[in-house]
């Protein structure tokens, strides 16, 4: 079988890995991939947003299966477009997609469904959004740009001034473009943050195991926020109580509600979850396998990855055993010096197969670029260094063992991962 995978970050490199391990895969190819994607796959030199690209490249060359993983192209119906030309693809379709697309429809979705959340109200004026701000005088607040904003379109507003500049910035600036149309302004909920990715058919929903990402930039959640510093799985917050009160009253619902919408998903949903002293609420819904949470959560899986893939676009998920080892996963990122912020690339990497001879040590590549034979920095996230061990304690110890023997001019990591 020939698969493609969509996407070039450290959650594709883990895609890739985890299905270079299936005796069913002859050939892979990724758009546009990455540098250590390169070791596993073909590279070739498409966008991941290019829709017509890459359907075509499918369509040429005879793919079995193409793996949509980042959330732009499949919000923008990439599934669609490949299913239309008789493709097969992995990921939900724009209709399903709409969860992560737009935060509007996400919450409207929870409150018919009766799907524990934060209380919100929607806004398209600026001027009546700034009025019931004032009017609630309850800080922190919670405001949301109803679409895609590359992360960045959640301002948590610890004041007045703080709110009226997010509200100037999403609404009357629209720093987001047509992203900031609408506006959701949220109740703050408090409690510990899981990430819990699911596999979807539509018809059964199986979650994976938990994770937790870390995404401040700095130590002990300080600093700006990133697309994350670092993950860990198993969560140490998601006890087998909660996770059965997320399956009763969040998971299936979302599934059953999304298929009374006529918006059937086949894929993967994200549910970024709160877990209150009211019990567990969903903090957001993403359409997508998640970036690094899937660094630790793929590699814990005991089975074939393409398998689950296949059953999950044919409507077979409920005939598949998904086994998960008991183990545990930690993943440092190593940044850029300077990231989120502005950064400089173009650094060679050293010690990478040092670090790897350990074994259980698997390094995930987010941001690099292969140069006559060399591997150099080429984004904010370089790289996601993996340890998978028998607990998180040592997962933690044997991750940083190896993050000392990476090096790259400036390279910035945080060394308290794991430990929240
Ligand atoms: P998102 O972009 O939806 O992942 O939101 C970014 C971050 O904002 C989340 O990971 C939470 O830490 C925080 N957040 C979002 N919604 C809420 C809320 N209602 N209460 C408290 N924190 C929130
Ligand atoms: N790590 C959070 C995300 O993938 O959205």
């Not at 190896?402 to 910035?412: G, I, N, R, Y």
């Amino acid at each position: 079988m020939k698969v493609l995978v969509v996407g070039g970050g450290g959650r594709e490199h883990t895609i890739v890995w985890k299905l270079s391990k299936s005796p069913k895969v002859t050939e892979i190819y990724a758009a546009p991939g990455n540098g250590g994607i390169a070791e596993l796959a073909t590279c070739v030199p498409i966008k991941a947003t290019d829709i017509d690209g890459v359907v075509n490249f499918a369509y040429e060359n005879k793919i079995d299966l193409t793996v949509v993983a980042p959330d732009d192209p499949l919000v923008a119906g990439m599934v669609d477009a490949l299913e239309a030309k008789g493709l097969r693809a992995f990921g939900p379709n724009k209709a399903a997609a709409i969860i992560e697309g737009s935060k509007v429809y996400s919450k409207e979705l929870m409150e018919k469904y009766n799907i524990p959340t934060a209380a919100c109200k929607v806004f398209t004026d600026a001027n009546e959004c700034m009025a019931y701000i004032k009017s609630q005088n309850t800080y922190p607040t919670v405001i949301k740009a109803e679409g895609l904003a590359l992360g960045k379109g959640v301002i948590i507003a610890q004041t007045e001034a703080e709110a009226e500049t997010a509200i100037d910035d999403i609404m009357v600036k629209k720093i987001f473009g047509d992203s900031g149309n609408r506006v959701v302004i949220e109740e703050f909920l408090t409690g510990p943050e899981v990430s819990v990715l699911t596999f979807t058919d539509g018809k059964t929903i199986v979650p994976m195991v938990s994770a937790q990402d870390h995404k401040r930039a700095y130590d002990n959640d300080m600093g700006p926020n990133t697309g994350g510093m670092g993950t860990f799985s198993p969560s140490r917050v998601y006890t087998k109580e909660i996770a059965d009160i997320c399956m009763k009253e969040i998971f299936v619902p979302t599934m059953e509600g999304l298929n009374k919408e006529n918006r059937k998903f086949k894929g993967v949903i994200f549910f970024g979850l709160m877990i209150t002293k009211n019990g567990p609420k969903v903090i957001e819904y993403n359409c997508r396998f998640g970036d690094p949470e899937t660094q630790v959560v793929l590699p814990r899986l005991k089975g074939d990855l393409f398998e689950i893939m296949m059953a999950v676009s044919e409507q077979r998920l409920a005939d598949v055993n998904i086994e998960w080892d008991d183990n545990a996963a930690v993943c440092v990122v190593a940044a850029s010096g300077g990231y989120p912020k502005k950064y400089a690339t173009g650094y060679e990497i050293s010690g990478m197969a040092d670090a790897e001879s350990a074994g259980n040590i698997k390094i995930f590549h987010a941001g690099t670029k292969n140069e006559d034979g060399k591997v150099l920095t080429s984004g904010g996230r370089v790289l996601g260094i993996t340890a998978v061990s028998k607990d998180l304690d040592t997962a933690i110890k044997d991750a940083y063992a190896a993050v000392e023997k990476v090096s790259f001019t400036d390279m910035h990591y945080r060394k308290d991962i794991g430990v929240k």
